[in-house]
């Protein structure tokens, strides 16, 4: 492996790919974290609209992977993948730029204007789509014996793993809560035009570093059993569901252990390399056992899968209607500054940032201690408290809307909509969602990245992207359900644009309640699930 020189345990290249990582966040979240604003304030689109619009962009972006992975894992290697894909995502944020560029001299028309800018956010998506989950899976590949048998050192490689990903996420925070104070501040105080052309330029930068790292970087060959596997997992659930609706399917267990032979989820490749290499009858068979297994490992991962995409519908709200919440109370800093709405989104990574720390040297040895395991809670526990945390957020967010809205009524004004209520009084929702990210994001990419077979891990991190993707079109649909609904007869629309008569307490509300609902699901769901390295251990003894 290349790349010797460490720091925590991990290798150079990791750390080089981590601020690579870092610096691609900042790009995008400076494009991301205040468009909702560019569009009601240059677009001139309604709050609702431009929440749906903002909610739609970032699902489609975050869907994309589950698309553009299987193809990078079976035909293409990562490294191609990550330079072709930022090619596309530099040209997505030239795009965008180039709208502010010519909206700064001609307002923008009814429909041509918004196309052009709705298919430059494509490009952004599409490049993002393959871009990250190659980066990161190219990223895990860099660690030192990153062993794929079970072995006694499951432990030690488990916890370089965990430590890889709370670094990588410790750099992705970083260059987000960088795009989120700076960009936000150019953009309100400078132009969109500066505010745009510097996450691309930004992003330049960052596959200019890439290309000079060539040296070091780890280059792990294939030594999967088929080339194809997305390819042959699709012909093997279509066989078998074949075999299903003709009655003819028969699984025989390769041994008797009946506490997981149910499952047929033995990964019993894995413990053996030699099978199928020369190509014999006998390796045919053991292949099409093992992708049929692969599909089932797969598939297995759905209801857990189900049960985070209300966390991912409450992961966009800050970047909606938190910002619009906030442009309606006091931002002075003194005389002449006001904060940026968008840049409150920044105490979300900046309390990730300092938390990150703590977990590693409080939070962990005192769950050693109570829970007498060596990783302290398990990755599912890790998620499942996550989870709480961002319901208790919510509670916050409605009860301290409601409070906007009694002060508001009280103290009515034609003229304007902001009221006597500080801007911090928002400061404890985001940060309750900072630390629930440490706990769910983090937890969701080992889990992800763990949970499916060798050769698919960049299909793992599109799994995990894609709950942000699918979260994210739900919360979309949910906003076009409940305007339809609570404007329907004449009455005003839990988004009105009129932030004085709004009712975005009440949907805080909502929100909590389907999330605790999710919360409960998933810890039934947590209670009968086996990991994939429970069922490889228990088949190779």
């Not at 960052?206 to 792990?220: P, Q």
């Not at 797969?298 to 209801?303: D, E, I, K, T």
Request: glycine letters at 8%; hydrophobic letters at 45%; aromatic letters at 12%.
């Amino acid at each position: 492996m290349s790349g010797g020189g460490r720091v925590q345990g991990l290798s150079r290249s990791c750390i080089l790919l981590i601020v690579i990582a870092g610096m691609e966040r900042f790009a995008f979240k400076g494009v991301a974290s205040n468009l909702v604003t560019y569009l009601t304030d240059v677009v001139q689109m309604s709050n609702s609209s431009a929440a749906k619009t903002v909610n739609s962009w970032c699902g489609f972006t975050s869907m994309l992977p589950l698309l553009v992975a299987p193809l990078a894992d079976s035909f293409w290697d990562r490294y191609s993948t990550i330079l072709t894909s930022s090619f596309v995502y530099v040209l997505g944020l030239g795009a965008v730029a180039s709208t502010a560029t010519i909206w700064t001299w001609s307002p923008p028309s009814n429909k041509s204007s918004p196309a052009f800018l709705f298919w430059s956010l494509c490009l952004i998506s599409l490049g993002q789509g393959a871009y990250n989950p190659s980066l990161q899976a190219f990223g895990a590949d860099q660690l030192d014996h990153d062993e794929e048998l079970p072995s006694s050192k499951d432990d030690k490689n488990s916890n370089k793993k965990s430590l890889f990903f709370q670094w990588w996420y410790f750099g992705v925070c970083s260059g987000s809560l960088l795009g989120l104070i700076l960009m936000s501040y150019i953009q309100d105080t400078f132009g969109w035009v500066l505010g745009f052309a510097i996450p691309m330029f930004a992003m330049i930068t960052s596959v200019a570093i890439f290309t000079c790292g060539n040296r070091i970087y780890a280059y792990k060959p294939d030594k999967s059993i088929d080339s194809k596997p997305f390819q042959n997992i699709l012909q093997v659930i279509k066989v078998t569901a074949s075999k299903l609706v003709n009655g003819r399917i028969r699984i025989n267990l390769p041994d008797d252990k009946s506490d997981v032979g149910e499952l047929e989820l033995k990964e019993k490749p894995l413990c053996d390399q030699k099978f199928g290499s020369n190509g014999g009858f006998d390796g045919n068979l053991r292949n099409k056992t093992h992708l049929l297994e692969n599909a089932k490992i797969v598939l297995r991962l759905l209801p857990i899968w189900a049960m985070l995409l209300m966390f991912a519908v409450i992961f966009q709200q800050p970047a909606t209607f938190f910002t619009k919440q906030g442009m309606t109370m006091k931002r002075n800093i003194g005389r002449n500054f006001k904060i940026p709405p968008a840049t409150l989104q920044s105490a979300i990574t900046l309390s990730i940032i300092l938390m990150m720390p703590l977990y590693d040297k409080v939070l962990i040895p005192i769950t050693q201690i109570v829970t007498r395991n060596q990783k302290g809670i398990t990755v599912m526990q890790r998620m499942g408290v996550g989870m709480f945390l961002s319901i208790i957020a919510m509670i916050i967010a409605a009860v301290v809307e409601t409070k906007r809205l009694e002060i508001n009524r009280k103290t009515s004004s034609l003229e304007s909509e902001t009221v006597e209520l500080s801007i911090f009084w928002l400061l404890p929702q985001y940060v309750l969602l900072g630390i629930s990210d440490i706990f769910t994001v983090v937890g969701m990419q080992e889990f992800f990245y763990n949970e499916v077979p060798v050769r698919m891990r960049t299909m793992g991190f599109a799994l995990y992207t894609s709950v942000f993707g699918l979260g994210s079109f739900l919360s979309a649909l949910m906003i076009s359900v409940i305007e339809a609904f609570t404007s329907s007869g004449g009455r005003q629309s839990w988004f009105s644009d009129d932030m004085r008569e709004d009712g975005l307490d009440k949907y805080y509300w909502l929100l909590a309640l389907a999330s605790t609902l999710s919360l409960l699901f998933y810890a039934i769901f947590c209670k009968f699930y086996t990991t994939r390295s429970e069922l490889e251990n228990g088949n190779c003894k």
